[in-house]
Nanobody, 118 residues
Framework: QVQLVESGGGLVQAGGSLRLSCAAS????????MGWYRQAPGKQRELVAA???????NYAGSVKGRFTISRDNAKNTVYLQMNSLKFEDTAVYYC????????????WGQGTQVTVSS
């Protein structure tokens, strides 16, 4: 079993930056891909960014060029560096772990709130 704990959310002014962290524990050897999802009020949960164990990344078009996902395999931790934040980035951000490449998320974190003000 894998447990994920997010941290780093908060209130940020538009144009500012924030760094999210997600620490995995438990059976971490089972994790192939880690990623970040977000869900804004009234909207579906969407994939923001994902990263494989070898470092290959994928980003949603809305965040490409502004957000950077990275991982420290030794620490079983994934990060999301968010720059040039916009109001529309406001959402609850969830860390996710994938056991299978191309599969659905196996484990979710509890979520961390990111609020971007004008």
């Amino acid at each position: 079993q894998v447990q994920l704990v997010e941290s780093g959310g908060g209130l940020v002014q538009a144009g500012g930056s924030l760094r999210l962290s997600c620490a995995a524990s438990g059976s971490t050897v089972s994790i192939n891909v880690m990623g970040w999802y977000r869900q804004a009020p009234g909207k579906q949960r969407e994939l923001v960014a994902a990263i494989g164990r070898g470092g290959i990344t994928n980003y949603a078009g809305s965040v490409k060029g502004r957000f950077t996902i990275s991982r420290d395999n030794a620490k079983n931790t994934v990060y999301l560096q968010m720059n040039s934040l916009k109001f529309e980035d406001t959402a609850v951000y969830y860390c996710a772990a994938f056991f299978l490449v191309g599969g659905n998320p196996t484990t979710w974190g509890q979520g961390t709130q990111v609020t971007v003000s004008s």
